[in-house]
Structure formats: structure tokens, C-alpha cells
């Protein structure tokens, strides 16, 4: 394949379809999105993982995702054997898509044996999404940011749920 050094997206050809596709499907080993989160925690029979925020406890009390384990980074080495079981998938999440702090802790879980995913968009993406949220003071809701996912009726679509709970597949924007 020739490349093109005058177009900036093309300076450096395309990788090989197979090349590609191992890419990707390596990419999707480590990373959940926010979508996929949801709809596996809604999903009955539960998610099959165990969701940790690592945030501090003052982000924390900002601010969580419901059913998640607090389980800050720093702690990890001291309190995940305590807390965490090595044979249920694990997925941390942070801040946003401007934080490391899930990449810290996914490293720090996987070196200490555990099978673990980062939560692409972290927090904020949870919540421009328009998914329910626990505070310090209760649960809150904002409502979905179109320009993050897919909105209908002012609700986010999970069009990613499982069988039979999932409506006739659409083209759900992601």
C-alpha cells in the first residue's frame, strides 16, 4: 500500500484488515463504555463483574455509580484481596476520559491477578449520559447529553441490552 504525505491522516497507511481486526479485538479485551456498563447492570441475572471506582472518597461522595465498590487506587495493593474475589471480571472506572486514575487502577488490579476492564468516559460520561448517580446526599439524574450517546424521549437508549430484554436491534449511534 502506497501512502499519501501530503494528507495527514493517510502520512501513515492503514493497518492490514487482519492487522486491524486483532487490533481492535485486543482494544475491546480492555475497555468497556459507559453504554455496555449500563446495560449489563440492568440486565437481570447481574452484570457478571464487579464495578470499582477508584476515585478519592471526596470524588466519591461527588459522585458514584449505584452497586459500585469505592476502592481507591492507592489502596488497591492493601484492600482489594479483602474486597475482590480473583474469579469475577473486574471493571474500574475514574473521573473521565481526562483521567488515568482507572488505567492506574486496572494495572494495579491486573498485577495482583485480577481480570479487569477500564470503563471508557469514566464518571462524567456516566452521567452525560444521563444514568443514575448516588451523591453523598442521595441518587440524582441528569438528563442525557445528546451529543454523548443516543437519546430518545429525553432517556438514554440502552440498545445495547441482551436478549429477549433488548427491542428490535436498531442502529443505537454507537
Known amino acids: 500500500?502506497?501512502?499519501?504525505?501530503?494528507?495527514?491522516?493517510?502520512?501513515?497507511?492503514?493497518?492490514?484488515?487482519?492487522?486491524?481486526?486483532?487490533?481492535?479485538?485486543?482494544?475491546l479485551a480492555f475497555h468497556a463504555d459507559v453504554s455496555d456498563v449500563a446495560a449489563a447492570l440492568a440486565a437481570d441475572g447481574?452484570?457478571?463483574?464487579?464495578?470499582?471506582?477508584?476515585?478519592?472518597?471526596?470524588?466519591?461522595?461527588?459522585?458514584?455509580?449505584?452497586?459500585?465498590?469505592?476502592?481507591?487506587?492507592?489502596?488497591?495493593?492493601?484492600?482489594?484481596?479483602?474486597?475482590?474475589?480473583?474469579?469475577?471480571?473486574?471493571?474500574?472506572?475514574?473521573?473521565?476520559?481526562?483521567?488515568?486514575?482507572?488505567?492506574r487502577a486496572a494495572l494495579a488490579l491486573a498485577e495482583l491477578g485480577y481480570q479487569v476492564k477500564e470503563m471508557l468516559g469514566g464518571f462524567e460520561y456516566w452521567a452525560r449520559e444521563g444514568f443514575a448517580y448516588e451523591t453523598g446526599g442521595g441518587g440524582e439524574r441528569r438528563a442525557a447529553d445528546p451529543l454523548t450517546a443516543p437519546v430518545r424521549g429525553g432517556e438514554p437508549v440502552l440498545c445495547h441490552m441482551p436478549r429477549p430484554a433488548a427491542p428490535t436491534p436498531t442502529d443505537c449511534g454507537c
Not at 504525505?5 to 484488515?17: D, E, F, I, K, S
Not at 457478571?48 to 492507592?74: M, N, Y
Open 1 to 27: 500500500m502506497t501512502t499519501d504525505t501530503a494528507n495527514p491522516v493517510l502520512r501513515v497507511a492503514p493497518a492490514a484488515p487482519a492487522q486491524a481486526a486483532a487490533y481492535f479485538r485486543a482494544s
Open 46 to 103: 447481574g452484570p457478571g463483574f464487579v464495578l470499582v471506582d477508584s476515585r478519592s472518597t471526596e470524588s466519591w461522595a461527588q459522585g458514584h455509580i449505584p452497586g459500585a465498590l469505592h476502592l481507591p487506587t492507592a489502596l488497591i495493593p492493601e484492600r482489594a484481596e479483602l474486597l475482590l474475589d480473583r474469579s469475577v471480571p473486574v471493571v474500574a472506572y475514574c473521573w473521565g476520559p481526562g483521567c488515568n486514575g482507572a488505567t
